[in-house]
């Protein structure tokens, strides 16, 4: 089974930081693009950061210049580096990673974790 584990996320205070971590276990194969989204009380989803395994990064437009998304490969782990944070990135932080379980599989699938909550004061 392939599990996603998110950890670090917490009470901060405006102006904070925190580091997320997701690590993936399981029966995997291969890992493509690995990132962060976060959803909001009564707001969609939306995509945070993204990190292929070749190194491209994506960080949503909001959080640019103060979240940071890395992965370590031989760790099938990513992580989410977030200062300077605000009242308004308070959400829960879900891991995602595009992975394929065995050789044998066509396409990879999407897999998600169950979330962390970052709750920022002000």
């Known amino acids: 089974q392939v599990q996603l584990v998110e950890s670090g996320g917490g009470l901060v205070q405006a102006g904070g930081s925190l580091r997320l971590s997701c690590a993936a276990s399981?029966?995997?194969?291969?890992?493509?693009?690995m990132g962060w989204y976060r959803q909001a009380p009564g707001k969609q989803r939306e995509l945070v950061a993204t990190?292929?395994?070749?190194?491209?990064?994506h960080v949503l437009d909001s959080v640019k210049g103060r979240f940071t998304i890395s992965r370590d490969n031989a760790k099938n782990t990513v992580y989410l580096q977030m200062n300077s944070l605000k009242p308004e990135d308070t959400a829960v932080y879900y891991c995602n990673a595009d992975l394929r379980t065995t050789e044998s599989d066509d396409f990879g699938m999407d897999y998600w974790g169950k979330g962390t909550l970052v709750t920022v004061s002000s």
């Open positions: 990190a292929t395994s070749g190194g491209s990064t």
């Open positions: 399981g029966s995997i194969f291969s890992i493509d693009g």
